[in-house]
């Protein structure tokens, strides 16, 4: 199976080939650059394990939640690729990603990524068997200090949520039994979920791969900022 994934959603810009059972990737932090960099980083994977994108599969992309831009980047450049070459799409959760780089040490996972305007995306995991998750609760976007967690005896916590507001969430949180707040959702994870999703049959046509906001507004209004 060859697989090309794609994850734009935040501030890290990466790609990821899944090719002859090993995945290679590039990513990098390069906050507004992701438009120029995402199809060279494809194209020099596809140069390094020897394929033509007539050779792919599929195509994966992380759907959100995260940036809107970054978002919509991802996903529109997934469907034309897809469209193109006569592919399917895997969307996979960029939340889910994020929460499968965190380790499995036994413990279930928050994975959050900081919403900006004062709330955070977040969803739980509970890793299964190999590299697989099981999703504990809906993706959401809320105030941190309104996030209610499913009951669990640890946790580990990833994402940018927890370097922006990390007091608040220790309320819930006193203890987690590991924490990272600068790790962000990454094109490797989304292949390795996506192979799953192929293996498992779950494909889309381009036009039905769509992205996840989970809220429709931008930013806050001149009186919002104000009140703030």
Same mark, same amino acid.
């Given at each position: 199976?060859?697989?090309?994934?794609?994850?734009?959603?935040?501030?890290?810009?990466?790609?990821?080939?899944?090719?002859?059972?090993?995945?290679?990737?590039?990513?990098?932090?390069?906050?507004?650059?992701?438009?120029?960099?995402?199809?060279?980083?494809?194209?020099?994977?596809?140069?390094?394990?020897?394929?033509?994108?007539?050779?792919?599969?599929?195509?994966?992309? =992380?759907? +959100?939640?995260? @940036?809107?831009?970054? $978002?919509?980047? %991802?996903?529109?450049? #997934?469907?034309?690729? *897809?469209? !193109?070459?006569?592919?399917?799409?895997?969307?996979?959760?960029?939340?889910?990603?994020?929460?499968?780089?965190?380790?499995?040490?036994?413990?279930?996972?928050?994975?959050?990524?900081?919403?900006?305007?004062?709330?955070?995306?977040?969803?739980?995991?509970?890793?299964?068997?190999?590299?697989?998750?099981?999703?504990?609760?809906?993706?959401?976007?809320?105030?941190?200090?309104?996030?209610?967690?499913?009951?669990?005896?640890?946790?580990?916590?990833? =994402?940018? +949520?927890?370097? @922006?507001?990390?007091? $608040?969430?220790? %309320?819930?949180?006193? #203890?987690?039994?590991? *924490?990272? !707040?600068?790790?962000?959702?990454?094109?490797?994870?989304?292949?390795?979920?996506?192979?799953?999703?192929?293996?498992?049959?779950?494909?889309?046509?381009?036009?039905?791969?769509?992205?996840?906001?989970?809220?429709?507004?931008?930013?806050?209004?001149?009186?919002?900022?104000?009140?703030?």
């Amino acid at each position: 199976m060859n697989l090309l994934a794609i994850e734009t959603s935040t501030e890290a810009c990466s790609v990821a080939l899944h090719h002859a059972g090993t995945t290679l990737a590039r990513s990098e932090l390069a906050p507004r650059r992701h438009a120029e960099l995402v199809l060279p980083m494809a194209d020099a994977l596809l140069a390094e394990a020897g394929l033509s994108r007539r050779r792919l599969d599929a195509i994966a992309v =992380g759907r +959100g939640p995260g @940036a809107f831009t970054g $978002v919509r980047l %991802a996903v529109s450049i #997934a469907q034309g690729m *897809a469209l !193109g070459l006569d592919l399917p799409v895997i969307p996979i959760s960029s939340l889910a990603a994020l929460a499968l780089d965190a380790p499995d040490n036994g413990a279930d996972v928050l994975a959050v990524i900081d919403a900006r305007m004062g709330e955070v995306y977040a969803a739980c995991y509970r890793r299964t068997a190999g590299d697989t998750l099981q999703t504990l609760d809906d993706e959401r976007v809320c105030a941190p200090e309104r996030l209610q967690l499913p009951p669990g005896a640890d946790w580990n916590v990833i =994402g940018s +949520g927890w370097q @922006a507001y990390r007091d $608040v969430l220790s %309320a819930q949180l006193p #203890a987690p039994r590991w *924490a990272d !707040g600068q790790r962000y959702p990454q094109a490797r994870a989304i292949a390795v979920l996506a192979v799953a999703e192929f293996k498992a049959g779950r494909l889309l046509p381009p036009e039905q791969a769509l992205p996840l906001y989970l809220r429709d507004k931008v930013a806050l209004t001149l009186a919002e900022q104000r009140a703030r």
